[in-house]
């Protein structure tokens, strides 16, 4: 599952070749309600409100959401990132189907028979 981040904002030095980065710096909010599929089973509820309440027994607190001004986001932030460039990166077009990967033996939409 993915979850999404709304109003990403992306910082750091990065170098003048686009080879790395020192400093970085990733912020951004995300939106309980999207969370409700991927925690809801886990939570025992899929109420944004409930998740909410539930999250602030570890000190997180639902803010308002900057794209509809609901009360339903999670700041996030992640500092001190740090790295440089790697080669021989392959992309990988569709989750769960590359030769290298176990999981797309199993996966029906993945046509393995040229591997």
Do not use: M
Request: overall charge negative; charged content about 20%; hydrophobic content about 30%.
């Amino acid at each position: 599952s993915t979850v999404p981040i709304h109003d990403l904002k992306i910082s750091g030095t990065f170098a003048a070749d686009g080879t790395a980065i020192h400093g970085g710096a990733i912020q951004g909010e995300v939106d309980v309600r999207d969370l409700t599929e991927l925690v809801g089973d886990l939570l025992g509820t899929k109420d944004p409100d409930s998740i909410c309440g539930l999250l602030s027994v570890f000190g997180a607190t639902c803010e308002t959401c900057s794209s509809d001004g609901a009360t339903y986001c999670l700041s996030v932030q992640v500092e001190d990132i740090d790295g440089t460039e790697t080669t021989g990166v392959e992309e990988v077009k569709d989750q769960d189907c590359h030769p290298l990967c176990a999981a797309s033996y199993s996966n029906p939409d993945c046509d393995t028979s040229g591997w």
